[in-house]
């Protein structure tokens, strides 16, 4: 039986403090603030009809403006960032600590919310919205009537022949190097972190480095899948649902070791107690269970939430089922890594240095 929360409502404000009647939030433009819009701010707003909602699409350049902490900075309620971001603004002190099981809602069996979102909590600064995946897609025409069932095929050139398409950074491609080469994931950072690992996760690259065509934007694979330049290649989960389900081309997504990275919120902190007060109250609405499952019905990232996961339904427009496209779905999250903040923190410059230094050699 899952453990009960004693959260039944939303945290209420301290006496003689009123919730603003006004809220900026900050996230990305485009499709993903959309799906917010209409997921759970819209919502949100309809059961607070005097609540004035306005948006900056600063996102990207969020950790440097509060650093900054100008006007624009200061007007803003919460934030909508990635986790790295998260974790940089936590330890310079510039997000609120959350205690997650006192101000969020718990599951609809009552489940606390810090058992809820579990792994995904990476820091007492965050609320994770979303994960997201690096995986590999395939073109299903090119590739024989063998199908790729492992991230390890990418190195199997006599099976699959052909051009393979990897981000030009180690991130990602070390860590499916050395489980190809027989690390057990338990061990996986641990080996990482030696010269004597990188050397072996550089060894396995070898063997399809005349094979590999390499990117830097998330937009090029996609398009080289589609013009049939590579048979496999990595990128975000999302650029390949557009491929699939919006551009109908013959592509399957491999989602065994997909490798998740997440979005979520902070609360910038200082906040004045009325402010404060509207933003836990929002946050409450907006990350329970079925919000943060209707957000996949705009666009193909999965719920932070264990609970959301079976709520998920099919695409507004599209009405294509969203669980088998999403990185939490069912099937899809059984051998997922969650992206390493910790290790590729301390690891990544030094990391950098040996990869560039190989891709020339």
């Excluded at 990305?28 to 004035?52: C, F, H, I, T």
């Excluded at 099981?101 to 009552?110: E, F, I």
């Excluded at 396995?204 to 899948?225: C, H, R």
């Excluded at 269970?289 to 339904?313: E, K, M």
Aim: aromatic residues 10%.
């Amino acid at each position: 039986m899952a453990a009960r929360s004693t959260v039944a409502k939303p945290p209420q404000p301290k006496p003689g403090v009123k919730m603003a009647d006004a809220m900026k939030l900050v996230s990305w433009g485009g499709m993903y603030q959309r799906s917010q819009e209409k997921a759970y701010l819209d919502p949100y707003v309809a059961r607070n009809r005097s609540l004035d909602v306005s948006w900056d699409s600063d996102s990207h350049s969020a950790v440097s403006i509060l650093r900054k902490g100008d006007a624009k900075a200061r007007s803003w309620d919460v934030v909508d960032v990635v986790a790295s971001d998260a974790i940089r603004l936590c330890e310079a002190g510039l997000a609120e600590r959350i205690e997650v099981d006192r101000v969020l809602a718990p599951a609809p069996d009552g489940t606390p919310p810090s058992v809820d979102f579990g792994k995904f909590l990476i820091n007492d600064c965050f609320i994770p919205q979303i994960a997201y995946s690096t995986t590999i897609g395939y073109r299903t025409d090119l590739v024989g009537r063998q199908r790729p069932r492992s991230v390890c095929d990418i190195f199997d050139l006599r099976r699959f022949p052909g051009k393979r398409a990897l981000e030009k950074r180690p991130i990602n491609n070390m860590e499916w190097a050395l489980l190809c080469d027989g690390v057990p994931e338990s061990r996986l950072y641990e080996v990482l972190a030696t010269r004597r690992g990188q050397d072996r996760a550089l060894a396995k690259l070898d063997t399809i480095k005349d094979d590999i065509i390499w990117w830097s934007a998330g937009a090029e694979t996609p398009q080289l899948l589609a013009d049939g330049e590579v048979v496999m290649g990595s990128t975000y989960n999302g650029r390949l649902f557009s491929l699939i389900a919006e551009q109908g081309q013959p592509v399957e997504i491999l989602w065994d070791r997909q490798v998740i990275d997440l979005d979520g919120w902070i609360i910038p902190k200082g906040l004045p107690a009325d402010r404060k007060a509207r933003v836990l109250d929002f946050l409450y609405f907006a990350t329970d269970t079925q919000r943060l499952a209707d957000q996949a019905q705009y666009i193909s990232y999965g719920p932070a939430r264990r609970s959301s996961a079976p709520l998920v339904g099919r695409h507004k427009d599209l009405g294509i089922d969203m669980k088998r496209h999403i990185p939490t779905g069912s099937g899809n999250f059984a051998t997922a890594l969650l992206y390493n903040y910790d290790f590729w923190t301390e690891h990544r410059a030094a990391i950098d240095r040996r990869f560039s230094a190989w891709l020339i050699r």
